[in-house]
């Protein structure tokens, strides 16, 4: 069997770089440029890319329809890329998205999005359960601050998390090296 990568982009969404009556999320500017970037190589390289988007319920900033709710343009959809439209945190549940990389036959995933301790890391270990080989950009996700705990104090936990479960965290460079198909 091929092993076939894909790329998995998720809740990009406006509200979260802020001007829509929340705040942005820790370093927007760098998450949002290594996820073009893994992005763009992923186009480049002609692999399978699925972007996804949060539908809070209504009155919450990432609402379906509301202002914040669209995919930021920086990383917004292209042509037939698919999106795959989400209620829970993880992205596989309640969603075609474990179906459409099956169909496309991707075993390995790349990863990049918000919100590192909630659907990033519902998504990657919803991945893992169902025998993805997972990779995630280190510098290409992000969240906010909880209570006491800095927004850099809990991506370092939950990537620490993650890697001890099976992901393979990197450095958005290197997986754009993976896409590119550089050697290791």
């Not at 076939?4 to 802020?18: K, N, P, R, S, Y």
């Not at 202002?67 to 990383?75: D, E, Q």
């Not at 917004?76 to 890329?81: L, N, Q, T, V």
């Not at 893992?128 to 006491?148: E, F, I, K, M």
């Amino acid at each position: 069997m091929s092993d076939i990568t894909a790329l998995v982009l998720i809740d990009l969404q406006a509200a979260a770089f802020g001007g829509f009556g929340i705040p942005a999320v820790d370093r927007p500017d760098l998450v949002l440029r290594n996820a073009r970037a893994l992005l763009q190589a992923a186009r480049a390289s002609g692999i399978p890319i699925v972007h996804v988007q949060h539908c809070a319920p209504s009155g919450e900033a990432f609402a379906e329809g509301a202002p914040g709710w669209p995919i930021v343009a920086p990383v917004a959809p292209e042509g037939s890329e698919p999106v795959v439209r989400k209620r829970a945190r993880d992205a596989f549940e309640g969603t075609d998205l474990h179906s459409r990389l099956q169909g496309v036959g991707a075993r390995r995933l790349l990863v990049a999005g918000l919100q590192t301790e909630h659907c990033v890391a519902a998504t990657c270990r919803g991945a893992l359960r169902l025998g993805y080989a997972v990779h995630l950009a280190a510098d290409a996700h992000s969240t906010w601050p909880d209570g006491p705990r800095s927004a850099g104090e809990i991506m370092a936990a939950e990537t620490a998390a993650l890697e001890s479960e099976g992901v393979t965290v990197g450095r958005t460079e290197d997986l754009v090296g993976l896409v590119r198909g550089d050697p290791q």
